[in-house]
């Protein structure tokens, strides 16, 4: 959908892990590539994936992992340091006349080991539940996927 108004943004942006308004903007370096700013002045470089920098798809799976390994880690992490904390995310490119181009299969995979000893054992212990909370109601980012939220797009 292409929407000729601008959106009324009366929110303050916010940043870090809490409820609030979030942006980001992108600028043109050359074709296909972009900069990517957020409002802390963050920047990566965006492609098509003819060179290294990520795509837009590869921005997504990033997106899903990170969010997910943010949560998991806060809340093992209380319990123990890891010593090992690997996140893979995965998914299929796919396209179809009725759906387009999307992506299918998602999968996060989660390699995290703990220290031996009461810490680790606890922290193991919480590992199951903290990615299981972190897929039901945790993570912003997958949960946005899963639930199929609306994009609006809309031309300045």
Known sequence: ???T????????ETGGTGPGFRSVTLSRTAHGEFDV????????????????????????????????AVDVDFITAK?????EFTVESTGVKAKSAEKGNHMEDLEVTFRVRFPEGPEGDRAREMLPRAIAQSHDR?????????????????ED
């Not at 319990?79 to 010593?83: D, F, G, L, Y």
């Not at 945790?138 to 994009?151: D, H």
Request: hydrophobic share 30%; charged share 20%; with cysteine.
């Open 1 to 3: 959908m292409t929407d």
């Open 5 to 12: 108004t601008s959106p009324s943004r009366t929110e303050p």
């Open 37 to 68: 700013t957020n409002i802390r002045g963050g920047t990566i470089h965006i492609g098509t994936g003819d060179t290294d920098d990520f795509t837009p798809v590869e921005l997504l799976l990033t997106a899903i992992a990170g969010c997910s």
């Open 79 to 83: 319990r123990a340091e890891p010593s």
């Open 138 to 154: 945790l993570c912003s980012v997958s949960r946005t996927v899963q639930l199929g939220t609306p994009v609006t797009m809309r």
